[in-house]
């Protein structure tokens, strides 16, 4: 999803699996919640660019994930 959004403003975090040692994570931003978006990008790459999804389409692939439907 291509939406043009200015994420200079963006708050980012990634995950608390990520254990912080810049492996293999993605970081994401709620900055964008209220207008339904999620923007992600790659932890180790912090000014390439990032993905930004719709709110409910992200939901759904880590509801994915987290159930094993995905990987495993």
């Known amino acids: 999803m291509n939406v043009g959004v200015d ?31 999620v923007p992600v990008r790659d932890s180790k790459a912090p000014e390439g660019p990032a993905l930004v999804y719709a709110s409910a389409g992200w939901s759904a692939f880590l509801r994915a994930v987290g159930n094993g439907r995905l990987f495993g």
């Open 7 to 37: 994420l200079n403003g963006a708050v980012w975090f990634t995950s608390s699996y990520s254990q912080g040692d810049g492996g293999q994570c993605v970081a994401c931003s709620r900055t964008f919640a209220d207008a339904g978006l």
